[in-house]
């Protein structure tokens, strides 16, 4: 039970790279909080140097209001779970859980070991695995065991680096719920390095997304997905990613490549002056006009279907188009940003599984201009960000968190009574 | 590794020749050993009188003033200077393996060349400079050459190992709570067990085995089991003392054998450890 503090933390390497540049968060006791960020955007770096394996250039990081920046590892009392689950494996599963248990010697009775073992053990369900060797373990089971030497002792937080990215997919899923169950039951202040969207946003309370080192924005996850800062939080978070389209300003009008969509007086100030921005559309509020009921101020356009992919319970269908030059530079960065490949530039729509959209065939569309976020090409900001709605939903989602902590907190006590 | 039944037999047919090859000259040493004096130089391979008068003779006999304390001395030495090589060399190779100092590389360097150096030009200056300092004939006279002469290995084999153990179980280990000492002497060393062992046993065999340095460092308080095989003496001087010396030969090989019976697998553990990684 802690909080943790970042104050503009920075790391240099000694060969000059700046991998973290001025991190600034506030952790709260309990509090989930996700890293999350393309590869060497430094997430892994900054968790590093909050448990004491790599050295802060910079800045000062504090653990329940003490500065511990210079502190060893061991002593600042975290737990953590390595990607390649880093178990002894000499030792057994048993004592694998019981290793930091037995550093202090004396300090814990034997018989306080095996019931803290046999605690771990049944909370992650393995029991039966007690006896047996890391080797001899699946995937799933050496995860559980990283996680159970991590829980067995008190410490003040814990910290996971890309737990789960050398589980297959299912077995991904299923320890997402896992991690989500342990820790609201444990109410434990835990950072988690992933660079899984679908992870930070299922697991965390609040996301920290990184590019390059510097923080873009630090959220819960529906206010990153609805009310993104700039191009490249909107770009990384959603599956498919959101559309970006150029759109030429003229009057109080935006030109898409599809279609036209105007927009009211008080919007006007932001794009004066601007000749192109770039819209952003996410795929899953374009709708089929064929088979959905359209609002009153919906924007109808038609486009050809290049490619579509049936997935049972949805439908993607690939609309490409001609990004504007000047725009089209912005694109291709952004995308390398992302890791994405430079593809072609191409709208993709999310529709009902039962949508007869086809390929090859032309097709009706519509969408809410509501729901559209505007960039600005050169610097990425994202002008039409609601800062009240966004306060609203941090509002929101701090009280869900509390109230979630507050009933694990119950529960224990009346366990443990 | 799992071979099929045709690989197996036919791995043990490619064995048997090479089993003979190293088997010939080991029994031939155990047939002049209990072989009686008069038939020594009969020229056949299977001894057709047996007699233990050769191993009496050294054990109780004669020659036992002269062997086992040799004997005594060769224990002595190969198993301190074992240690304190096996122990050196963890440390040294560990913080080659760890660390980035300046000098890492040459240090390595240093230590392959210093094994290239030919033993024997090596004997009359110590042999000198030892008489001087009066390590001429003891037991530590010997340690600290053997040490010159097996730490290079030692520590070649042992950087290899430490090598291989992930950067995360130590920094696991500090994260759960561990210092430095405790991190390596409770998953470190466990990890590179095989390596230790393998280590060991070179560097025994190594100092069991030398003759150069034995005979030429030591006279009459510190001399070891290959050098005293050297005074033996024939019952006359017409006479050589082949079937003592066989004898000898015999109970020298026995801890060896002893040491690679016990250490067998984690030997072949160490040796193959490092060829797949996993």
Redesign the interface.
């Known amino acids: 039970m802690s909080q943790i503090q970042l104050k503009q933390l920075g790391k240099v390497y000694a060969d000059g790279y700046e991998a973290v540049k001025a991190v600034s968060m506030d952790i709260a006791d309990g509090e989930f909080m996700i890293l999350v960020g393309p590869s060497g955007c430094g997430k892994s770096t900054l968790l590093r140097m909050v ?3 790599e050295d802060i250039t910079s800045g000062d990081l504090m653990i329940d209001g003490k500065r511990v920046n210079e502190l ?3 002593d600042r ?4 779970v ?1 990607q ?1 689950y ?1 178990l ?3 030792l057994s599963v048993y004592e694998n859980i019981a ?2 248990l037995r ?2 010697k004396g300090s814990i009775s034997e018989d306080e070991v095996k019931r803290r073992v046999n605690d771990a053990a049944d909370m992650l369900e393995l029991k039966d695995h007690l006896d047996r060797k890391p080797a001899n373990l699946s995937g799933g089971q050496r995860q559980r065991v990283a996680m159970g ?1 991590a829980i067995v ?1 008190d410490a003040d937080a814990f910290l996971f680096d890309e737990p789960l990215s050398n589980l297959d997919a299912k077995l991904r899923g299923q320890m997402r719920t896992e991690i989500a169950r342990m820790q609201r039951r444990l109410g434990q202040t835990t950072i988690y390095v992933t660079h899984d969207q679908t992870e930070a946003m299922t697991l965390g309370d609040r996301v920290t997304v990184l590019k390059k080192g510097v923080v873009q924005q630090i959220a819960s996850p529906r206010e990153l997905y609805e009310q993104p800062v700039n191009l490249f939080v909107a770009g990384f978070i959603g599956s498919p990613p959101m559309n970006f389209l150029p759109a030429r300003v003229e009057g109080n009008l935006l030109k898409l490549p599809f279609c036209d969509v105007s927009f009211g007086e008080e919007f006007a100030p932001k794009v004066a002056g601007k000749e192109l921005v770039i819209v952003g559309l996410r795929p899953e509020f374009i709708k089929d006009s064929a088979i959905q009921e359209p609002g009153g101020n919906a924007i109808h356009f038609e486009a050809d279907v290049d490619v579509t992919e049936w997935l049972g319970n949805e439908l993607y269908a690939y609309v490409p188009f001609e990004a504007d030059p000047s725009v089209q530079s912005k694109l291709d960065e952004l995308d390398r940003d992302l890791d994405g490949e430079g593809m072609r530039t191409q709208m993709v729509v999310n529709l009902e599984a039962r949508s007869r959209v086809r390929e090859g065939e032309r097709a009706k569309f519509f969408f809410d201009p509501l729901l559209m976020h505007v960039f600005d090409p050169e610097t990425g900001d994202n002008l039409t960000r609601n800062e009240e709605a966004a306060l609203q939903i941090a509002a929101d989602s701090e009280e869900d968190r509390k109230r979630a902590l507050e009933r694990a907190r119950r529960m224990e006590a009346g366990a443990t009574a | 590794m799992d071979a099929t039944p045709k690989q197996k037999w036919s791995l043990f047919a490619v064995s048997i020749p090479v089993m003979l090859w190293t088997l010939i000259p080991l029994f031939w040493i155990f047939s002049l050993a209990v072989k009686p004096n008069s038939i020594q130089a009969d020229g056949k391979y299977f001894p057709r009188e047996f007699t233990w008068e050769n191993f009496r003779l050294i054990l109780t006999g004669g020659a036992s003033d002269l062997f086992l304390p040799a004997l005594w001395n060769s224990i002595i030495v190969c198993l301190a200077a074992t240690i304190i090589s096996v122990v050196l060399a963890t440390f040294c190779a560990y913080a080659i393996a760890r660390l980035d100092f300046p000098g890492k590389k040459m240090i390595l360097l240093v230590a392959l060349g210093v094994s290239f150096f030919p033993v024997i030009s090596l004997v009359t200056p110590l042999f000198d400079t030892w008489r001087s300092v009066g390590l001429f004939d003891t037991i530590p006279g010997l340690i600290i050459p053997y040490l010159a002469l097996t730490l290079p290995l030692a520590i070649w084999v042992l950087s290899a190992f430490f090598q291989q153990i ?1 950067w ?2 130590e ?9 430095s000492w ?1 991190a390596f002497r ?2 470190i060393v ?2 590179a ?1 095989p390596g230790v062992f393998t280590t060991g046993i070179i560097t025994f065999f190594t100092a069991w085995n030398d003759f150069v340095f034995a005979i030429s460092l030591t006279s009459e308080n510190a001399r070891t089991v290959p050098a005293a095989l050297a005074f033996f003496t024939g019952a006359s001087q017409f006479e050589q003392p082949i079937g003592a010396i066989s004898a000898a030969a015999v109970i020298v090989t026995i801890p060896v054998v002893i040491l690679v019976l016990i250490f067998q697998k984690r030997i072949v553990a160490g040796l193959t450890s490092g060829a797949v990684k996993g």
């Open positions: 448990v004491g394996l060893a590892p061991r009392n975290l737990s953590m390595f390649n880093a002894y494996p000499h290793f930091p550093l202090n030497r002792r | 992930p995360e179980m920094q696991a280990a500090q994260v759960d709570g561990a210092t405790q409770k998953v466990p990890l067990a």
